[in-house]
T-cell receptor, first 115, second 108 residues
Framework: EAQVTQNPRYLITVTGKKLTVTCSQN?????MSWYRQDPGLGLRQIYY???????DKGDVPEGYKVSRKEKRNFPLILESPSPNQTSLYFC??????????????FGEGSWLTVV | RKEVEQDPGPFNVPEGATVAFNCTYS??????FFWYRQDCRKEPKLLMS???SGNEDGRFTAQLNRASQYISLLIRDSKLSDSATYLC?????????FGKGNQVVVIP
């Protein structure tokens, strides 16, 4: 079954304590990306990756890091989380979004609260 | 101007009625367009891709107008199960941009 798996799904953490949200896909997709979704602001792209070892900033990269050492994994790292990073996070993957009809698959989302 | 703009609504639609909404976009370099459906705080799921020639999938019709830079979605014979937020998505310059979504509430 085609899947994008995120972990953890729910997390409450404290300011400054480093955390990593993992994302894994089983479809051999080249393109992976991270989004955060906040009320009234919609989905905003944090980082994306066109392929292994190729990553780039999205619209709101501040306070986040990513890596793409293997095709299937694209972890999101918060080195020093702050309360304004409390949000719902989605990981997504696609063969290549340049072609119409290439579905973007989303993980189920990770609810992160920073206190 | 935001890359993708949608009127968030909500759009209250009587069951069986037709509802249509547009999404405008900036940046004419945009290459691909999609409509995604998102149920309350769950992951978005593909509803349909959007082609310049227009495309239909059952009760749903999507249209792209590159000259005026908007895409549209029409839902015919609305069902209660159509209640959701519909996200307009465009891809260009290696990036995906999402609208804030049109919230649709189908009323019995």
């Amino acid at each position: 079954e085609a899947q994008v798996t995120q972990n953890p799904r729910y997390l409450i953490t404290v300011t400054g304590k480093k955390l990593t949200v993992t994302c894994s896909q089983n479809m051999n997709h080249e393109y992976m990306s991270w989004y955060r979704q906040d009320p009234g602001l919609g989905l905003r792209q944090i980082y994306y990756s066109m392929n292994v070892e190729v990553t780039d900033k999205g619209d709101v990269p501040e306070g986040y890091k990513v890596s793409r050492k293997e095709k299937r994994n694209f972890p999101l790292i918060l080195e020093s989380p702050s309360p304004n990073q409390t949000s719902l996070y989605f990981c997504a993957s696609s063969l290549s979004p340049t072609s119409a009809g290439n579905t973007i698959y989303f993980g189920e989302g990770s609810w992160l609260t920073v206190v | 101007r935001k890359e993708v703009e949608q009127d968030p609504g909500p759009f209250n639609v009587p069951e069986g009625a037709t509802v249509a909404f547009n999404c405008t976009y900036s940046n004419s370099a945009s290459q691909s367009f999609f409509w995604y459906r998102q149920d309350c705080r769950k992951e978005p799921k593909l509803l349909m891709s959007v082609y310049s020639s227009g495309n239909e999938d059952g009760r749903f019709t999507a249209q792209l107008n590159r000259a005026s830079q908007y895409i549209s979605l029409l839902i015919r014979d609305s069902k209660l199960s159509d209640s959701a937020t519909y996200l307009c998505v465009k891809y260009g310059n290696n990036r995906l941009a999402f609208g804030k979504g049109n919230q649709v509430v189908v009323i019995p």
